[in-house]
């Protein structure tokens, strides 16, 4: 299974900011769409953005003009720097990666997905 690492997770206060990497091989990388997805405790998992081959991005209510997904295409990483979060974005994060869906509803089931990097926010 192609391998997906995040990285930059960890604990932030409340308007603080976070940037999160995830680097994918490069078959990978070249999917029509890359996406994060979140699932906190007790929750259900939620798109929050994603990024198709365009450079074209969307991006989940709960985030807009705060979040913003942006892809390197030297290095096959796609980032999401995440700003003024909330004791409500309290989540494990994931990256993620589709052939064909590319719409932030549907990331948490794109076909290749990472292992996660933990995000707390604290009030």
């Known amino acids: 299974q192609a391998q997906l690492v995040e990285s930059g997770g960890g604990e932030v206060q409340a308007g603080g900011s976070v940037t999160l990497t995830c680097q994918t091989p490069k078959v990978i990388y070249n999917r029509n769409c890359l996406g994060w997805f979140r699932q906190a405790p007790g929750k259900e998992r939620e798109g929050v953005a994603i990024?198709?081959?365009?450079?074209?991005?969307r991006y989940h209510d709960s985030v807009k003009g705060r979040f913003t997904i942006s892809r390197d295409d030297a290095r096959n990483t796609v980032s999401l720097q995440m700003n003024n979060l909330k004791p409500n974005d309290t989540a494990m994060y994931y990256c993620?990666?589709?052939?064909?869906?590319?719409?932030?509803?549907?990331?948490?089931?794109?076909?290749?997905r990472g292992q996660g990097t933990q995000v707390t926010v604290s009030s």
């Open positions: 993620a990666a589709d052939r064909y869906r590319c719409n932030v509803a549907t990331a948490p089931f794109f076909s290749d």
């Open positions: 990024i198709d081959l365009a450079g074209d991005s």
